[in-house]
């Protein structure tokens, strides 16, 4: 995942100030952690783009795949892969000048737009490293309100006591991830990212191992295929689904960085629709086993049902170290993310100031303050589940849908053909209703005081 977090390498030293890209700024002339563009395989580009898609969404497709049923589940993933694509070659037709999204939807609606972009971005990032302390948090001390009924590494290990605590746990997080978020440039997580995608395929293969094994012992039963009605308070709940899927595809502000790093930028498309039948595969996967081997107890993040009640039969140290194993991918790929969040948040109060890396005490400030924000945003909000609604329902689904589809209605090189305008619309038409009809359903639900996809078997 490291092009989350870096800088875009499309600028060239020839570029005036105000063409930098407002989300993801080059590397300033001259910053020896600068690396030579134009160089990169269509391999390397799959790989980064398929490290920018698959991160803490992967943990809600099995919650999704029990409110769908598999059939469904599996429909909206390849349903969601495709628009993503089209959105992915919008942006890259309408790219001019410097190779940016911001600049792409500055050239659509003018700095307002490169800026409303630029904070969606940035309350994106929010969300998605909340939901990394949260899951960090889930793992090691156990889920919010769900007792001894799927409890923590820690406190199965220890027994409950103050520092096995959700509070004490993420205090020790932060503490552990305060030397690498200190880190000036991304380059010098460059160790910690290669070492977190081997520790996200370890899971992997722990979690479809598993379920393989309960498959031959018979432990194991056939999931559903479509959706339980009898479980919903209304049919509508099954669009609460949508934008967990949403924020699962969403990668769409790293592609001009990557494009920019290949040898041929003709290649982007090709290494974009590896990536995302990659990745739409490997979430199909994780989503079924994870349904198959937790069926209607399966938890909004699925890493809190390997605890001894996950009753597959295995060791519980196998359990302990898919969870485990996840966890520590997490908090390797948070500094990471952490950077373009403060990069982005950097750019929006501080416009025109010197470079943030050269600026200690504004950058240690700046770090300080947004690590406290997302600490009490961890322990305020409890699950996964909820945030990915709010976030999917709002910032992503602009992000990765919305936006690409209003740059080409506003077709202002005069590129687009009827089927695009038709296209653009219809992605944008299913976005709001998707999102409307989730937001209010979610909204509903926390009125009747329910949180959604926490209850096992229960939405």
């Known amino acids: 995942m490291v092009s989350k977090s870096s800088r875009g390498p499309g600028m060239t030293a020839g570029g005036s100030e105000a063409e930098e890209a407002l989300l993801l700024p080059e590397h300033e002339v001259g910053d020896p952690a600068g690396a030579a563009p134009g160089n990169a395989s269509v391999l390397g580009a799959v790989f980064n783009v398929s490290t920018s898609v698959v991160g803490a969404g992967i943990m809600s497709i099995p919650a999704a795949m029990r409110v769908l049923g598999v059939a469904p589940a599996l429909a909206l993933i390849v349903g969601v892969a495709l628009l993503a694509n089209v959105a992915v070659d919008f942006m890259l037709r309408y790219t001019r000048g410097t190779p940016s999204y911001a600049a792409l939807m500055g050239g659509s609606f003018g700095r307002a737009g490169a800026k409303l972009l630029n904070v969606f971005i940035a309350f994106n990032c929010v969300g998605t490293l909340t939901v990394y302390l949260i899951i960090i948090g889930d793992v090691m001390s156990g889920p919010v309100g769900s007792g001894e009924a799927h409890a923590g590494v820690l406190p199965e290990w220890f027994g409950p006591h103050w520092w096995t605590g959700r509070d004490a746990v993420l205090v020790a997080a932060a503490v552990i991830l305060l030397p690498l978020v200190l880190q000036k440039h991304v380059d010098s997580l460059r160790y910690t990212s290669a070492l977190s995608i081997l520790l996200a395929a370890v899971f992997m293969l722990i979690t479809m191992g598993i379920a393989v094994y309960t498959v031959f012992t ?29 924020v699962a595809f969403t990668f769409h502000f790293n592609v001009h960085p990557i494009r920019a790093e290949l040898s041929k930028t003709s290649d982007m498309k090709s290494a974009v629709r590896i990536s995302l039948v990659l990745c739409a595969a490997i979430y199909a996967a994780v ?171 229960v939405l």
């Open 218 to 246: 018979g432990t194991a039963k056939m999931p559903r295929m479509l959706p339980d009605f009898s479980t919903l308070a209304s049919p509508f709940e099954l669009f609460t689904a949508v934008p967990v899927i949403v």
């Open 287 to 457: 989503g079924f086993f994870g349904f198959l081997l937790f069926g209607d107890a399966t938890m909004p993040d699925v890493l809190a049902n390997f605890d001894r009640s996950s009753g597959s039969g295995v060791p519980q140290a196998l359990n302990d170290a898919a969870r485990l194993s996840y966890a520590l991918h997490l908090v390797l790929v948070f500094p990471l993310l952490h950077y373009s969040l403060r990069v982005n948040v950097d750019e929006l109060l501080f416009p025109g100031r010197r470079p943030l890396a050269a600026d200690t005490r504004r950058f240690v400030a700046l770090t300080a303050v947004l690590m406290g924000l997302l600490y009490a945003l961890a322990i305020a909000i409890p699950s996964i589940w909820t945030l990915f609604q709010y976030s999917g329902s709002t910032f992503a689904v602009c992000i990765s849908l919305i936006f690409p589809g209003a740059i080409v209605l506003r077709d202002v090189h005069g590129i687009a053909k009827r089927k695009d305008k038709a296209m653009a619309a219809m992605m944008i038409t299913l976005a709001v209703i998707t999102s409307s009809i989730a937001i209010a359903s979610n909204v509903m639900s926390s009125i009747k005081g329910e949180v959604k996809g926490v209850s096992a078997g």
